[in-house]
């Protein structure tokens, strides 16, 4: 699981990669947790087009990241997802909660 | 007897261990000749089993995890994920959407996954004595396929 990022405008764009399970989970949520303080975004996008694996653990990043965009007066949405990560969100049903958006 | 192959594997419930147990599952899958939605499908829904029993089973200690894959009738993949943890006093309840018992990086659809991405999900408990899922997935034959 590697996590890149480009910011700009006040977005914050993190590029997740590879496999995001519950073994992964705890240092990805605290990983993402220091990029914001750092940023400080108004927008946090998670570009999930090189994440080859997501199981419930990424569910909770996302509704994690989502809050805490909320809290801090932003937005929180996910681009690109590959279609197994695309298939847990749907069976998860948050896109009703975090936008999910395809092919930028 | 309709079972045509199978595998049975032990581990400790070490969290490094999920990855090696789906895996090892889409390994067997890969007989049946699935799609790679399907091959998608098998590999999150252990992954899902595996981990309720690393963060359920044995919350404080390292215990003892077995899956079981077989093939039935040719083209049905059957997984089952024993422990012999804490158990489960309330099935119902934990396999409520959003239910949790886990701490912040879980979501409480664990369950949800495992019963959206399969075609029969049992899960059996009982209370200090562990827990077994056990999975079924029907995988069609290639012709049929697009």
Redesign the interface.
């Known amino acids: 699981m590697t996590i890149n990022t480009a910011f700009n405008s006040g977005r914050l764009t993190l590029y997740l990669a590879g496999e995001l399970d519950h073994h992964e989970a705890r240092n990805t949520i605290r990983r993402i947790e220091e990029l914001l303080d750092e940023y400080m975004p108004r927008d946090c996008v998670l570009d999930m087009a090189g994440l080859n694996f997501m199981d419930s653990s990424g569910i909770a990043v996302i509704i994690r990241v989502s809050r805490r965009m909320k809290t801090l007066g932003g937005r929180a949405w996910i681009e690109n997802p590959a279609k197994q990560p695309q298939r847990v969100i749907d069976a998860a049903g948050i896109d009703r909660l975090v936008p999910v958006a395809v092919g930028k | 007897m309709n079972e045509t192959n199978y595998i049975k594997l032990e581990f400790p419930s070490k ?2 261990n ?2 090696f147990a ?1 895996t090892a599952a889409a390994a067997f899958a890969a007989q049946l000749d699935p799609t ?2 399907e091959l ?2 098998i ?2 829904a252990v ?2 089993a595996v ?1 309720n029993s ?2 359920h089973a044995y919350p404080d200690s390292l215990g003892r995890i077995a899956m079981r894959l077989r093939i039935i009738k040719g083209s049905t993949l059957e997984i089952s994920v024993r422990d012999w943890g804490k158990g489960i006093a309330d099935v119902e309840q934990a396999m409520t ?1 959003l239910f949790s018992t886990g701490g ?7 369950f ?2 495992m019963g ?2 399969m075609d029969k999900l049992k899960v059996r408990s009982s209370p200090g004595r562990g827990t077994t899922v056990t999975m079924q997935r029907f995988i069609s034959p290639r012709q049929t396929k697009r």
């Not at chain 2, 912040?104 to 664990?110: A, K, L, P, V």
Request: aromatic share 4%.
């Open positions: 969290s490094s999920e990855a789906r790679l939605e998608g499908d590999k999150t992954s899902e981990t690393i963060v959407p912040e990086e879980r979501s409480g659809m664990g949800t996954i959206s991405f």
